[in-house]
């Protein structure tokens, strides 16, 4: 079906690969820094200091090592607890399975996630992300005097440590990270429901309060460079039955739980837990679960080298009991797929880019389509308006518009039209003169700011009231005056469901005020179950369609055919 709405034509086609010639350029981030009351400290800090506390440490335990009350203690809890159960089943194959697994699948996490962070490179502590109110960022402060978007703000990670290292290329980091998110989850369910079945739990679950004080024990042995005698093959240490419980059971399912509260679908349904645990409240649990992953890994995999090599590999690799060599080949070929995973995975994703969306939307677009149909609420009211609402987006930058800004917009006309019995247009008069709604709500960018405010507009399902869409119309094409970054017509694409919620609206007024230019005037769409980029701003028609495969690249809007995004993302 050829397009109905002119401004169809304007849409831009777009390439299946990133072309880095069209790409945003390289910006370089700057060493982390954690705010610590009102002064800033940078993080290489940590290196010192992490070394002089650990030769304090090794000194202090060899001290307290020579005291008689030390020795008694270490001999009665040696460093195991020894009312907890044995296993006797050793590391079966579904257990060394699944532990390669998990490593494999937390390396795309990771990288992914740090490469999601770096596009708002920002934490807060609170639901507003005012600039300098933020505890931990990697980017310099936000400059006055100018106009700074989100998308400005963005750093570039490289290439061997993000995926796919490209500033800004967070659409394709979001497919890696929700989909291998989704092996991981399963994974992990499938290894709860084992070690519960079997005797495994026994190595990892604390049965007895005897853990504490044998993990006390345990860290002196350790501090002290005088390791205790390693059980692993029948009972791990109690240090180590605390951390891998706190990894399995408590850093896991709070990662999980963290990052789905980021969504605006969810989020804005779970009413008080939604508000305490807000958008950036998570991202800053979010992210102190991976420094809790990322250090798990890095003494685990040190310990595995410093304790005994053979031993530890022979386990989880050959699943024997013993001091042969029969755990390093298949150890090193374990290795070998991991570091040929890392080196392939932002090559790959450069060069067979639609394929990766195409991917994603395969394994977790089922997913996104079930979080639609969560119904979002509106639970906020004045006092949590935000003092500071980040801009974003290409400005229209057209004469057309020029005057209808010279003009306030007097002669702006809203056109509404495809497959509908009664096409109309409508000026910005007409539309405040139609029913009005008023909702205080949480704005959610896939960069992670988020914002709160007052938006005040006609009901969208009065729109449809008025022009009725046939049986036919599917989908709702919302054209903006704007063109994209990349050159076309900016476009979005929704299904008829959400035009016909409660909370969606056209927003002509924002906190009480016309909406200003920077936020879309003279009209913005929001639609409260979905990212801030479906919610096109100075919308210049609307297009009732029945497929938009025909429109751009085929994708379902512009961040959609030019950054990969997913079409439904309320997620």
Partial sequence: ????????????????????????????????????????????????????????????????????????????????????????????????????????????????????????????????????ADWFRFQKPVPTGRVWTAKDDSVTIPAW?????????????????FSVN?????????FYALIFSTDQWHRIVPTTWEVFPSAVSTAIQYASLNFPVDQGWTRYNALQQIFYFVTVFVAAPLSIATGLLQSPAISNRLGWTGRVLN?????????????WFVMFILAHGIMVFVTSLRENTNHMFAGVENASWSGILPFLLAMGVVIAAWAAASPLTLRHARAVQHTGKFMVGWFKGLAEWWDPRSQ?????ISPYF????????????????????????????????????????????????????????????????????VPMSHILDLVKPTDAARYAVFYSLADGGEGGRYYDVHEMRNMRHALTILAYEMNGKAVGVLHGAPLRLRCENELGFKMVKWIAAIEFVNDFAHLGAGQGGYNE??????YRMPI
């Fill in 161 to 177: 440590l993000g995926i796919p290292g490209l500033r800004h290329s967070i659409g394709l980091a979001r497919w890696w990270h």
């Fill in 182 to 190: 989704m092996l991981w989850t399963f994974n992990g369910v499938a």
């Fill in 1 to 132: 079906m050829p397009p109905y709405d002119p401004l169809a034509a304007k849409l831009s086609e777009a390439d299946d690969r990133v072309l880095l010639s069209h790409w945003l350029p390289p910006q370089a981030g700057i060493v982390p820094l954690l705010r610590i009351g009102n002064r800033w400290f940078s993080t290489l800090w940590a290196v010192p200091i992490g070394f002089a506390a650990l030769i304090l440490a090794i000194a202090a335990a060899q001290s307290l090592r020579d005291l008689p009350e030390v020795q008694q203690f270490l001999l009665h809890h040696p460093g195991i607890a020894q009312a907890a159960p044995a296993v006797k089943s050793g590391f079966p194959w579904w257990l060394r399975l699944q532990h390669f697994l998990n490593m494999l699948f937390m390396m795309f996490i990771i990288r992914a996630g740090i490469q999601i962070l770096a596009d708002h490179p920002r934490l807060y502590w609170q639901r507003d992300c005012t600039p300098g």
């Fill in 390 to 457: 980040w801009p974003n987006g290409t400005m229209p930058a057209s004469p057309e518009f020029d005057a209808l800004v010279a003009g306030d917009f007097v002669d702006y006309r809203l056109r509404v039209d495809g497959l509908v019995e009664q096409p109309l247009e409508f000026s910005l008069a007409d539309l405040r003169a139609m029913p009005r709604q008023e909702q205080i709500t949480t704005h959610f960018c896939i960069q992670g700011w988020s914002g709160v405010a007052k938006w005040g507009g």
């Fill in 380 to 384: 906020l009211n004045e006092a949590d």
């Fill in 561 to 566: 055919d030019h950054e990969f995004y997913g």
């Fill in 279 to 291: 958008r950036q409240v998570a991202r800053s649990i979010h992210f102190l679960s991976f420094l």
